[in-house]
């Protein structure tokens, strides 16, 4: 089972941006999904995107063309750019693995978690 750990979250302005990375360690990352998930305050965990192990990538409508997911799986790593950021972004971002690519529909079933990065969006 992986272990990740994220970074980079962070104050930013509204329209600002920011850079997400979640580091994996352990074995055969480049068999696993990878996603992002965030929780803001009171409300439930939801995704806002993935990336499959053929590096296909599918996002929530709320961030589509301005986050961009990615991965580098000789650094066991994944990442999430996001531009243009709203106060309503404003949240933990947590990174998941997952075997199962419908699992990202339920986060509930997800059981390899990071701790979660900050992110706030306010002037």
């Known amino acids: 089972q992986l272990q990740l750990v994220e970074s980079g979250g962070g104050l930013v302005q509204p329209g600002g941006s920011l850079r997400l990375s979640c580091a994996a360690s352990g074995r055969n990352f480049d068999v696993y999904h990878m996603g992002w998930f965030r929780q803001a305050q009171g409300k439930e965990r939801e995704f806002v995107a993935h990336?499959?192990?053929?590096?296909?990538?599918s996002y929530a409508d709320s961030v589509k063309g301005r986050f961009t997911i990615s991965r580098d799986n000789s650094k066991n790593s994944v990442y999430l750019r996001m531009i243009n950021l709203k106060a309503e972004d404003t949240a933990v971002y947590y990174c998941?693995?997952?075997?199962?690519?419908?699992?990202?529909?339920?986060?509930?079933?997800?059981?390899?978690w990071g701790k979660g990065t900050l992110v706030t969006v306010s002037s």
């Open positions: 998941a693995a997952f075997r199962n690519i419908a699992q990202s529909t339920d986060p509930s079933t997800i059981d390899t």
């Open positions: 990336i499959t192990m053929n590096l296909r990538t």
